[in-house]
């Protein structure tokens, strides 16, 4: 069993940058893929990024490639996600999730948070 918390969202400008953090809670944290995902009103469920186990593979959405990056850390049974350059597209609730195995698929993810705001707005 594994709960999830995020937190780090809120307001910032087009341009900005904020760090999401996911805190975990459950002996088998390190076994597991991390997620995030994002959700705006009216909008599917969309895969954000994924990191494996040891956090040496990670995976990204071409519309936050190379701006956005996700971490982990067993130790401290944190997932995080350094988004920079931000846009107003970049606006949803972002969501961590785990799962047993890598996919982009929010299907294959087990549990999930309560999600965190980001509002990227001027």
């Known amino acids: 069993q594994v709960q999830l918390v995020e937190s780090g969202g809120g307001l910032v400008q087009p341009g900005g940058s904020l760090r999401l953090s996911c805190a975990a809670s459950g002996r088998t944290f390190s076994n597991f893929v991390m997620g995030w995902f994002r959700q705006a009103p009216g909008k599917e469920r969309e895969f954000v990024a994924r990191?494996?186990?040891?956090?040496?593979?990670?995976y990204y959405s071409d519309s936050v490639k190379g701006r956005f990056t996700i971490s982990r850390d067993n130790a401290k049974n944190t997932v995080y996600l350094q988004m920079n350059s931000l846009k107003s597209e970049d606006t949803a609730v972002y969501y961590c999730a785990a799962g047993p195995i890598r996919t982009t698929d929010k299907k294959g993810y087990d549990y999930w948070g309560q999600g965190t705001q980001v509002t990227v707005s001027s």
């Open positions: 990191i494996s186990w040891t956090g040496s593979s990670t």
